[in-house]
């Protein structure tokens, strides 16, 4: 686990987005951690949060010119991203869509710069894929290229619901049908790592329940 997923996780726990309890996902699983980006809801927990976006982005090395931010939740985290970079001397545009077309002023459905070149879509994490494949669509049919996904969290977990697990996850769906990587601030394997080395007991009682969840419905 590098030092930027480390620190990630402690101060998603520290901010409270990433909780540990009984918590039912949308597929009717009951999940041992909850993770909550809607929760990074002031600005000094959205500026720290655009930096770990920002050095995640970077240490892979990918190359890229602008970000795209998927309406609701990737609009904010677009942006945020977009100043953290400017701040390490990597200033680039941005852009994002909104939900309803607009038939005055700009009008159409997107906002902010021209999309053009590669382009990096920003979201919190993926569940089914759909937010992913909409903004392939759009970027492409701007004539763009999307280059790849940026989320905060991994869950690694197959797809599927409590009962029928399938084989795959949905970012290894993502991957397979566009071709393009996923980068994530954090996975689950780093959760993993990180209640195996906390000095904090209380949160170490987790580890079980964590390790158990993923090997029922994690990636193989």
């Known amino acids: 686990m590098n030092s930027n997923s480390f620190e990630f996780i402690q101060f998603s726990l520290d901010a409270k987005v990433l909780a540990f309890g ?11 951690y909850f993770f909550n980006a809607g929760d990074f809801n002031d600005g000094a927990r959205l500026g720290a949060l655009g930096e770990f976006y920002a050095n995640a982005l970077l240490a892979s090395q990918i190359e890229f010119d602008m970000l795209f931010g998927p309406a609701y939740k990737g609009i904010t985290l677009a942006a945020t991203t977009a100043v953290a970079l400017a701040k390490k001397d990597k200033n680039v545009p941005f852009a994002y869509n909104r939900k309803e077309v607009k038939d005055h002023g700009e009008g159409g459905t997107l906002v902010g710069a021209k999309l053009q070149g590669k382009v990096v879509i920003i979201d919190d994490v993926i569940s089914a894929g759909t937010s992913v494949r909409e903004s392939v669509e759009m970027i492409k049919k701007a004539g763009a290229q999307p280059c790849a996904v940026l989320i905060a969290l991994d869950r690694m977990e197959r797809s599927g619901d409590a009962v029928n697990v399938g084989e795959f996850s949905a970012v290894q769906a993502v991957k397979e049908e566009f071709g393009i990587p996923v980068i994530a601030i954090a996975n689950l394997q780093d959760l993993l790592d990180f209640l195996q080395s906390t000095a904090d007991t209380h949160l170490q009682q987790n580890l079980v329940a964590v390790q158990t969840y993923r090997n029922t419905y994690g990636i193989r």
């Open 22 to 32: 009984s918590f039912k996902t949308k597929a009717g699983r009951m999940s041992p």
